[in-house]
């Protein structure tokens, strides 16, 4: 099980980017993922549209408080991976972490409280450069699953792609 917590969500400011992150965590093998910050039933419904559109098994919901996840997700046995640019390099953890099969990936918006980085088991770098979130988490779970995320079925979907040399093919699923 492996589920992805958004810190600090604006609905406004980061709206594009935390859908971003939701279509990543799903496209990339995660289970789920819990957001927090301000309320945005808007972007529940817009991932809950792609999972029915899409496939798979994908859970969306909005949390008030972050931080009482991660110490909930803690006392039932789980582990937390806190991506932050200040963290350990993922090539010196990835083998350890890969072992944590509970595992909740945690990643920010702005400032990342300091409580978060005491709380996380790893604190993980995907390179020590500022970039983004969604780049962060897709780099941190296609080398946590090591690419066999990319070669999964989506069951339940609707339409699928066909992988095509030159143009678009998508296929309705049979019901
Ligand atoms: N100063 C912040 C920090 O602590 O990384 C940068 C904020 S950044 C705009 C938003 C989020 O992207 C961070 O909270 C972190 O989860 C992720 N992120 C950005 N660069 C990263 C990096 N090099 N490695 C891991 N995560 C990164």
Known sequence: MVIVLRLGHRKIRDQRLTTHV????????????????????????????????????FFARQTPKGAREIEKWKREG?????????????RDVAAVVRQEKKLMVVVG????????????????????????EAAALAIFLDRYFEGEELEGEFKEARVRIKPNKCGKSVVKCES
Not at 25 to 32: T, V
Not at 78 to 90: D, F, V
Not at 112 to 122: C, K, M, S, T
């Open 22 to 57: 939701c279509l990543v965590a799903r496209a990339f093998g995660a289970d789920g993922i819990i957001i927090d910050g301000e309320e945005d039933r808007r972007l529940i419904e817009s991932v809950q549209k792609v999972v029915q559109k899409w496939g798979g098994v």
């Open 78 to 90: 789980g582990k937390i991976a806190h991506l932050t640019m200040y963290g350990e390099r993922m």
């Open 109 to 132: 918006a702005e400032k990342v409280h300091g409580e978060i980085y005491r709380l996380a088991d790893y604190n993980v770098a995907i390179g020590n450069q500022p970039h983004s």
